[in-house]
C-alpha cells in the first residue's frame, strides 16, 4: 500500500484512531515509514524562551517525550517511523513539508481532544486537504 506517509501531529487533538488506520494504510509493509510532523508556531517558540528559557533544541525533546504515548502505540503494531519539527506558520510549513517530500498520502486526525470545540472540520485540516494534491485521509 502506502510507503511514505505524512501524519501532521497537533497535540489538541486525539489520535487514538490512527494507529490502527495506519496499520491498514501501509499494508504492514516493512518499507513504510510514518513522519511525525509538527510545526511549533513562533508565537509558542517566543514564549518558551522568555518564560521558560527553552529554545528549538529543548522545545523539540519536550514534544518527543509528549509523543511517546503515541510512538508506543506504533512500536506495539511494528510500525517505521520519523519525527520532524519546524518552527514557523502552521499552513505554510505544512505544504512546504508535502511539496518537498515525496509523501504517499497524508493522514489528520480530526477528532479533538475537547468536546467542547464545535467545528465540523479544524481550519488547518480544511486548508491542507483544500491546498495538497495527494490523498488526505481525515479519521474522526
Avoid: W
Avoid at 489520535?15 to 494504510?25: I, M, S, Y
Wanted: hydrophobic residues 35%; glycine residues 4%.
Amino acid at each position: 500500500m502506502y510507503k511514505n506517509i505524512l501524519l501532521p501531529y497537533d497535540f489538541g487533538n486525539s489520535f487514538t484512531n490512527v494507529p490502527d488506520e495506519l496499520v491498514k494504510l501501509t499494508g504492514q509493509n516493512e518499507d513504510a515509514v510514518i513522519t511525525i510532523f509538527n510545526v511549533i508556531s513562533e508565537t509558542d517558540q517566543a514564549d518558551n524562551v522568555k518564560y521558560h528559557g527553552k529554545h528549538f533544541e529543548d522545545i523539540c525533546k519536550d514534544k518527543v517525550e509528549d509523543l511517546k504515548p503515541f510512538t508506543d502505540q506504533l512500536n506495539e503494531r511494528g510500525l517505521k517511523y520519523r519525527t520532524s519539527f519546524k518552527t514557523g506558520r502552521i499552513i505554510p510549513e505544512l505544504m512546504n513539508e508535502v511539496h518537498e517530500n515525496d509523501y504517499e498520502i497524508v493522514v489528520m486526525s480530526n477528532k479533538r481532544s475537547k468536546r467542547d470545540i464545535k467545528h465540523v472540520l479544524g481550519h488547518v485540516t480544511h486548508k491542507l486537504a483544500k491546498r495538497v494534491n495527494i490523498p488526505v485521509l481525515i479519521i474522526k
